[in-house]
């Protein structure tokens, strides 16, 4: 099973994603976490380009688009291993919600992965911006409002669930456990 976490940023998805990792391995599944973008030389550009002042501008917005793609590209082959659940922080969607233009970033992803199941952190945009404040050049209010609008019409495109982040960390976990064990054959009612 391929499991993406998405959500603004500051939504708590690390977290969440080492919390269901446990709890997978302790109810007997092997799991592998991935992230985007990764400690390749390719992420480790994308991490460099996000932190520029100009990392908004269209040119390096359709930059950044090539490099997110190539840069998923190189967990695809990963995703094949059918012995283990795999969880990843972000994926193409990201690009669809964060990026523009959006046709491009479509094109360029067309062949990524599809999630089997999207879990969306919706995290309260004031809270996304406190927690992260200062990290790169899309932590302003306007700009993330727009992203979670996007995030909120992209779900509807893939099996998702979507889980209220705005709630302490030990009940964001009980309702993304909650979301999964019906994918899993696990009992809901006998959560960990």
Not at 36 to 53: A, H, M, N
Not at 96 to 107: F, G, K, M, S, T
């Amino acid at each position: 099973m391929y499991i993406v976490f998405e959500g603004i940023d500051g939504a708590g998805k690390s977290t969440q994603i080492n919390m269901l990792k446990e709890w997978l391995e302790a109810n007997g599944f092997r799991v592998e976490t991935l992230v985007e973008p990764t400690d390749s030389e390719v992420g480790k550009l994308i991490r460099k380009i996000l932190q520029r002042p100009d990392a908004t501008t269209e040119r390096l917005q359709k930059t950044l688009g090539l490099l997110f793609a190539a840069d998923r590209m190189l967990i695809m082959d990963k995703l094949e291993d059918k012995s283990k659940i795999f969880i990843s922080d972000r994926s193409f969607i990201s690009s669809l919600a964060y990026q523009e233009p959006a046709e491009w970033i479509d094109v360029l992803n067309r062949y990524a992965k599809k999630p089997d199941l999207l879990i969306l952190l919706d995290l309260d945009v004031k809270k996304s911006v406190a927690r992260t404040s200062g990290e790169d050049t899309f932590e302003n209010e306007e700009f993330l409002t727009g992203v979670k609008e996007n995030y909120l019409k992209l779900v509807e495109n893939y099996e998702h669930q979507i889980i209220d982040a705005n709630n302490g960390v030990n009940k964001v976990s009980s309702d993304i456990k909650k979301a999964v064990a019906p994918y899993l054959g696990i009992c809901p009612d006998c959560i960990l």
